[in-house]
């Protein structure tokens, strides 16, 4: 009996273990659906309570999703082969000079809060005005404008990237487009308790953006064609915190950009659906810029600490292939492939002080003023030559990048608002084939008749959305005249077209 009950003691203790084994991986496998944060970004949460950056961490992510993904050596490999050839070809004069245009497009998602107006900012639908104040920084800090906080240079290195960005101004149906999309989505997971506004949340709170795997679906099913747009999503972002698998702390994180031509594989920066850049939308925008326009004051919903737009210059600038200035450890040995950065063992928060973490380099102080810093917006000024080099040598050589630069996007529309109003039947005269287009929403009624009042075609088109669209093919129909009706909610709308 004795015995019998020692054996009994003993599969108790192993039960026990197993359990405890067993939920060990249990908890391993939660942890690793969201970023692992890096030792920088458990600093920087503790001294700032933000996360400026996650891109380290995303590429990490992709890494574990994609086996195909080559190693950061093996694509710095590429990209030294690369930027050397462009240095060799510039010092030869056989590269001009030329200003480069990237078209983009911001997607503003939010759960169905009314866009922030003057007095009435209160959510993470931000107006027009601090969207666009956005696009005006990157172009100061890109282009070195004299006059901005961008042209400053007060480390004397920097230098003018040569880089313009631009609001698309047709979408990808080759319509009218401000660049500015808004989605109303209600985030697929809503299990974290949201705070009331006042506690944290900035506007009045509401339901967030938890998870790293429902913003890259999100992504995926919002993004326009990254060969021709750069797509940047603003978003209210919440849960728990980055360490416990949440989003609540972080700011922004952006795409790695992808090499070419290595062993077949251009999946270095991950799929090209998720392509792109994310930013908090209380970091998005310039605070500063709210005065310029009088009727948009007091539209802008920003936080206290990192309020000047440059959390997206950073995160571009990884997209454009840069790294942090620390080189990500923590060692003098780091490299963030750019000689002319001084070498840093931590990331900054602020400038006030002087740091040379790495003495021996001769190099002198660390570059707190570089965009890829973690410091105050109001800090940073500077992106180097060979930082300028590297982006350009992506601009130029990397997939969906080098795409943007003969993309569509920054054309003017195929048809105007006013004309899409009244509907637009093209080509006309046509020979076979012709487009209807125009706005339309819910049950659109197509029908064409002949001159004798003789029905030809009639077909029902339902649940449109925003823009209805129709290419007929009547190559069976005599050459002549016809009449197309068009009928949408109280709208009946009449076109002659003339089949040749």
């Given at each position: 009996?004795?015995?019998h009950?020692?054996?009994q003691k003993?599969?108790?203790?192993?039960?026990?273990l197993?359990?405890?084994?067993?939920?060990?991986?249990?908890?391993?496998q939660?942890k690793?659906?969201?970023?692992?944060?890096?030792?920088?970004?458990?600093?920087?949460?503790?001294?700032?309570g933000?996360?400026?950056c996650?891109?380290?961490?995303?590429?990490?992510?992709?890494?574990?999703?994609?086996s195909n993904?080559?190693?950061e050596?093996?694509?710095?490999s590429?990209?030294?082969?690369?930027?050397?050839?462009?240095?060799?070809?510039?010092?030869?004069?056989?590269?001009?000079?030329?200003?480069y245009?990237?078209p983009?497009?911001?997607?503003?998602?939010?759960?169905?809060?009314?866009?922030?107006?003057?007095?009435n900012?209160?959510g993470e639908?931000?107006?027009d005005a601090?969207?666009?104040s956005?696009?005006?920084?990157?172009?100061?800090d890109?282009?070195?404008v004299?006059?901005?906080?961008?042209?400053v240079?007060?480390?004397?290195?920097?230098?003018?990237i040569?880089?313009?960005?631009?609001l698309a101004?047709?979408d990808p149906?080759g319509?009218?487009?401000?660049?500015?999309?808004r989605h109303?989505?209600i985030p697929?997971?809503?299990?974290?308790s949201?705070?009331p506004?006042?506690?944290?949340?900035?506007?009045?709170?509401?339901?967030?953006?938890?998870?790293y795997?429902?913003v890259?679906?999100m992504?995926?099913?919002?993004?326009w064609?990254?060969?021709?747009?750069?797509?940047?999503?603003?978003?209210?972002?919440?849960?728990e915190?980055?360490?416990?698998d949440?989003?609540?702390d972080?700011?922004?994180f952006?795409q790695?950009?992808?090499?070419?031509?290595?062993?077949?594989?251009?999946?270095?920066?991950?799929?090209?659906a998720?392509?792109?850049v994310v930013?908090?939308?209380h970091?998005f925008?310039?605070?500063?810029?709210?005065?310029i326009?009088?009727?948009?004051?007091?539209?802008?919903i920003?936080?206290?600490?990192?309020?000047?737009?440059?959390?997206?210059?950073?995160?571009?600038?990884?997209?454009?292939?840069?790294?942090?200035i620390?080189?990500?450890?923590?060692?003098?040995?780091?490299?963030?492939y750019?000689?002319?950065t001084?070498?840093?063992t931590?990331?900054?928060?602020?400038?006030d002080?002087?740091?040379?973490?790495?003495?021996?380099?001769g190099?002198?102080?660390d570059?707190v003023?570089?965009?890829?810093?973690?410091?105050?917006?109001g800090?940073m000024?500077?992106?180097?030559q060979?930082?300028?080099?590297?982006m350009?040598?992506?601009?130029?050589?990397?997939?969906?990048?080098v795409?943007?630069?003969?993309?569509?996007?920054?054309?003017m529309?195929?048809?105007?608002?006013?004309?899409?109003?009244?509907?637009v039947v093209?080509?006309?005269?046509f020979t076979?084939?012709?487009k209807?287009?125009?706005?339309?929403?819910?049950?659109?009624k197509?029908?064409v008749?002949?001159?004798?009042?003789?029905?030809?075609?009639?077909e029902?088109?339902?649940?449109?959305?925003?823009?209805?669209?129709?290419?007929?093919?009547?190559?069976?129909l005599?050459?002549?005249?016809?009449?197309?009706?068009?009928?949408n909610e109280?709208?009946?709308?009449v076109k002659?077209?003339?089949?040749?």
């Amino acid at each position: 009996m004795k015995l019998h009950m020692n054996k009994q003691k003993v599969a108790f203790k192993i039960s026990l273990l197993f359990a405890f084994f067993c939920g060990t991986v249990v908890f391993s496998q939660k942890k690793s659906k969201g970023f692992k944060l890096t030792e920088a970004n458990v600093r920087a949460m503790q001294a700032t309570g933000f996360v400026r950056c996650a891109t380290v961490e995303y590429e990490k992510k992709l890494s574990e999703e994609n086996s195909n993904k080559v190693s950061e050596e093996v694509f710095e490999s590429w990209m030294s082969t690369k930027v050397a050839q462009l240095k060799k070809s510039r010092a030869n004069g056989r590269i001009a000079a030329q200003v480069y245009t990237i078209p983009v497009v911001i997607h503003i998602v939010h759960n169905g809060d009314e866009i922030n107006t003057l007095g009435n900012a209160k959510g993470e639908n931000i107006s027009d005005a601090q969207a666009r104040s956005q696009i005006d920084i990157l172009n100061q800090d890109y282009r070195r404008v004299a006059g901005t906080p961008g042209g400053v240079n007060s480390t004397g290195k920097a230098v003018d990237i040569e880089i313009n960005f631009v609001l698309a101004k047709q979408d990808p149906d080759g319509l009218e487009t401000t660049g500015i999309i808004r989605h109303e989505i209600i985030p697929y997971t809503d299990e974290v308790s949201n705070p009331p506004a006042g506690l944290g949340s900035l506007g009045d709170g509401g339901a967030d953006w938890e998870s790293y795997a429902d913003v890259q679906k999100m992504k995926r099913e919002t993004q326009w064609d990254p060969t021709k747009y750069l797509n940047i999503w603003t978003i209210r972002m919440g849960g728990e915190t980055l360490e416990d698998d949440g989003l609540s702390d972080l700011l922004g994180f952006a795409q790695f950009p992808s090499n070419s031509g290595l062993q077949g594989i251009d999946v270095i920066g991950g799929s090209a659906a998720t392509d792109g850049v994310v930013i908090s939308f209380h970091a998005f925008g310039a605070w500063s810029k709210r005065e310029i326009n009088p009727e948009n004051k007091h539209s802008f919903i920003m936080n206290n600490r990192y309020n000047e737009g440059r959390t997206t210059t950073h995160e571009i600038g990884h997209w454009l292939g840069l790294r942090h200035i620390w080189g990500d450890t923590d060692t003098c040995g780091n490299d963030d492939y750019c000689l002319d950065t001084p070498n840093a063992t931590e990331e900054h928060y602020s400038c006030d002080q002087t740091y040379d973490t790495c003495t021996n380099d001769g190099l002198g102080n660390d570059m707190v003023e570089n965009y890829m810093d973690y410091t105050i917006d109001g800090c940073m000024d500077t992106f180097t030559q060979n930082q300028k080099d590297r982006m350009l040598t992506v601009l130029n050589n990397s997939p969906r990048r080098v795409d943007l630069l003969n993309s569509s996007a920054l054309n003017m529309p195929l048809y105007g608002s006013d004309q899409l109003k009244d509907f637009v039947v093209d080509p006309n005269p046509f020979t076979d084939v012709v487009k209807v287009i125009g706005m339309a929403e819910g049950l659109v009624k197509l029908s064409v008749y002949d001159a004798y009042g003789k029905e030809m075609y009639t077909e029902n088109f339902y649940d449109v959305k925003k823009v209805f669209s129709k290419e007929l093919d009547f190559n069976q129909l005599a050459s002549g005249i016809y009449i197309v009706l068009i009928q949408n909610e109280e709208k009946r709308i009449v076109k002659k077209i003339i089949k040749q």
